[in-house]
């Protein structure tokens, strides 16, 4: 499986933007993007996902790099229940049956 | 849609025993995945099952085995429990293949003493 790095924590003020980096610089070509996060005491939900074009959604934005080894999630403006772990996962999008991998991911802390 | 939905919510059992937790899919999905979550650490996949079989395996030892039912729905059973066991157990459902997005329950709390 094709991993990724993410720092293990960051802090944002409340209503201020935030970009969470990832690096994967081992990403094949049949491999989607996928971001989760987990709140405190709940399951990891869906954020987000690419491939290689820039998507946007109600929850966040990512943005992937032109050669795909980075991407990064962009929160326009964090509240406090943003607050949360955000996991970089990638996914080989020809192979159906791929569980996903999380890594540690990033804490995310949004000061008021 | 009430989502994915798990049972117990927690659960406390002693070294040695078994244990079985329940998770019911999302309407209208048909592949369920297990995650074991230690503490302060990313879920960790456990095995997927579809069309009521076993897909694919994480590497967990044959302790842990699974069952998926006609209605979607799936059982984890764990046997002859370790402290090591301990966990947040969080199910996910997707749709057929699980391609995209999966949808993670709120998961069980399992303690071995």
């Known amino acids: 499986d094709a991993k990724t790095t993410q720092p293990n924590s960051m802090e944002s003020n409340e209503e201020e933007p935030v970009h969470l980096p990832c690096n994967h610089s081992?990403?094949?070509?049949?491999?989607?993007i996928h971001w989760y996060r987990q709140l405190p005491s709940q399951g990891p939900e869906y954020v987000i996902h690419?491939?290689?074009s820039n998507v946007n959604n109600r929850m966040a934005s990512l943005a992937i790099a032109e050669d795909r080894k980075s991407s990064t999630l962009i929160l326009h403006r964090a509240t406090l229940r943003d607050a949360a772990v955000y996991y970089c996962?990638?996914?080989?999008?020809?192979?159906?049956?791929?569980?996903?991998?999380f890594g540690p991911g990033t804490r995310l802390s949004v000061l008021p | 849609d009430a989502g994915v939905t798990q049972s117990p919510t927690h659960l406390i059992k002693t070294r040695g025993q078994q244990v079985t937790l329940r998770c019911s899919p999302k309407?209208?999905?048909?592949?369920v995945s297990w995650y074991q979550q230690a503490l302060g650490q990313g879920p960790q996949f456990i095995f997927q099952?579809?069309?009521?079989?076993?897909?694919q395996r994480g590497n967990f030892p044959d302790r842990f085995s699974g069952h998926q039912f006609p209605n979607y729905s799936s059982e984890l059973n764990v046997n002859a429990l370790l402290l090591g066991d301990s966990a947040l157990y969080l199910c996910?459902?997707?749709?057929?293949?699980?391609?995209?997005?999966?949808?993670f329950g709120p998961g069980t709390r399992l303690t071995v003493t």
């Open positions: 099952y579809y069309e009521e079989e076993e897909r």
């Open positions: 996962i990638l996914r080989d999008v020809d192979n159906y049956g791929q569980n996903f991998v």
């Open positions: 309407s209208g999905h048909d592949t």
């Open positions: 081992t990403i094949s070509g049949t491999d989607y």
């Open positions: 996910a459902s997707s749709q057929t293949g699980g391609k995209y997005e999966q949808y």
């Open positions: 690419g491939l290689t």
